[in-house]
């Protein structure tokens, strides 16, 4: 239950935030997601991982899709890529998954300690 709440409200205050924010603001989402829901390091970790792979696979292909893959073909054969738009949209995706599982495995790092502190 913890799990999909998670997700579910990562993708959505992600989304917001990048309406507003920097692009990195995806990390600073992640991170506090797993602080205030407490969930195990691996399970927040792959939370955020989850939550971010479809959020940016998600905009980076309805991007991709608005503009008939004309900007995503030329970048990706700027990249040894062989001009694959989908594999650059893969690419995009998986990158900002690893901020996102990253930061959230730092936000459950960092509830584990501030419980562990409580108790003394």
Same mark, same amino acid.
């Given at each position: 239950?913890?799990?999909?709440?998670?997700?579910?409200?990562?993708?959505?205050?992600?989304?917001?935030?990048?309406?507003?924010?920097?692009?990195? @603001?995806?990390? =600073?989402?992640?991170?506090?997601? $797993?602080?205030?829901?407490?969930?195990?390091? +691996?399970? /927040?970790? !792959?939370? %955020?991982?989850?939550?971010?792979?479809?959020?940016?696979?998600?905009?980076?292909?309805?991007?991709?899709?608005?503009?008939?893959?004309?900007?995503?073909?030329?970048?990706?054969?700027?990249?040894?890529?062989?001009? @694959?738009?989908? =594999?650059?949209?893969?690419?995009? $995706?998986?990158?900002?998954?690893?901020?996102? +599982?990253? /930061?959230? !495995?730092? %936000?459950?790092?960092?509830?584990?300690?501030?419980?562990?502190?409580?108790?003394?």
């Amino acid at each position: 239950m913890k799990f999909g709440v998670s997700v579910l409200l990562t993708i959505i205050a992600s989304f917001a935030a990048g309406l507003y924010l920097p692009f990195w @603001s995806v990390a =600073l989402v992640s991170f506090g997601v $797993a602080a205030f829901i407490y969930q195990k390091p +691996g399970i /927040a970790w !792959l939370t %955020g991982f989850v939550s971010i792979l479809i959020c940016w696979g998600l905009l980076a292909f309805w991007i991709d899709a608005q503009n008939d893959s004309i900007l995503s073909t030329r970048m990706a054969s700027l990249f040894p890529l062989g001009g @694959s738009s989908g =594999l650059l949209i893969l690419i995009t $995706a998986v990158v900002g998954a690893i901020i996102g +599982g990253l /930061a959230a !495995l730092s %936000g459950s790092f960092l509830r584990r300690y501030i419980d562990s502190r409580e108790k003394y």
